[in-house]
């Protein structure tokens, strides 16, 4: 060491030096080596987003150069610009709550209703997105959370705000049928009635975990 040999990992293991010191990795097997071994640099996780937000941008400015040069030709290319941008929202939100299975679902279900009510629309609106999709995927929703919660024997008020954001949106669904857009609104006065009751239920049973995890969603 004084006279400024570089060691390689069988030096290190045969030295007296702590070995908690030092990360071994970084030392070469070889003998002859005359520096340590770097390990190679990794993409972390902002220089990705980085990386799909640059590509989002790119299909975005071919979609829209394409459909003015193109017009009609190109009409289906605004699907591809949705599809895209809900891509790239789906990584964001995985990066963001990585490690919370639960708000990447509620994430994945408000992004999928409001895919589906726009696709429902510019394709000459049948009325099948506020009809049955929007109050049966409310539903599944609140049973897959409630399945993982169960799951992951996560505490009541650990989950019960996703069920929350099913009941608003839920009650949402009043602006369909009032504005007329929703012309069998079985399916939606039925979810409506079932989170009103849920809703019941937990201010008069629950109200006290139901006011932690309200805390606990704003940080008060």
Not at 14 to 29: G, H, N, P, V, W
Not at 97 to 112: D, I, M, S, T
Not at 124 to 147: A, K
Not at 185 to 194: G, I, K
């Amino acid at each position: 060491m004084c006279e400024g040999k570089i060691l390689n990992k069988q030096d290190v293991l045969r030295s007296q030096l702590d070995k908690t010191m030092y990360d071994l990795d970084d030392f070469s097997e070889d003998s002859e080596a005359p520096y340590p071994t770097l390990p190679e640099r990794k993409i972390n996780g902002v220089t990705f987003v980085r990386i799909c937000t640059f590509l989002l941008a790119v299909i975005i400015v071919m979609g829209l150069s394409l459909q003015y040069l193109f017009g009609d030709m190109f009409t289906w290319f605004g699907m591809v610009i949705l599809g895209s941008i809900v891509v790239w929202l789906d990584i964001l939100a995985i990066m963001r709550y990585r490690y919370n299975v639960l708000k990447v679902l509620a994430v994945e279900v408000l992004v999928a209703i409001i895919v589906d009510y726009y696709i429902d629309k510019v394709t000459g609106f049948y009325g099948w997105s506020v009809v049955f999709m929007i109050p049966f995927c409310l539903v599944g929703h609140s049973i897959v959370t409630w399945i993982i919660a169960k799951f992951m024997k996560l505490r009541f008020e650990e989950y019960i705000i996703y069920i929350v954001f099913d009941a608003i949106l839920a009650f949402s669904q009043a602006y369909f049928i009032w504005n007329g857009e929703n012309t069998l609104p079985y399916a939606a006065v039925f979810v409506m009635a079932a989170f009103a009751i849920a809703l019941a239920a937990l201010f008069l049973f629950r109200f006290r975990e139901l006011r932690s995890a309200t805390h606990r969603l704003f940080n008060v």
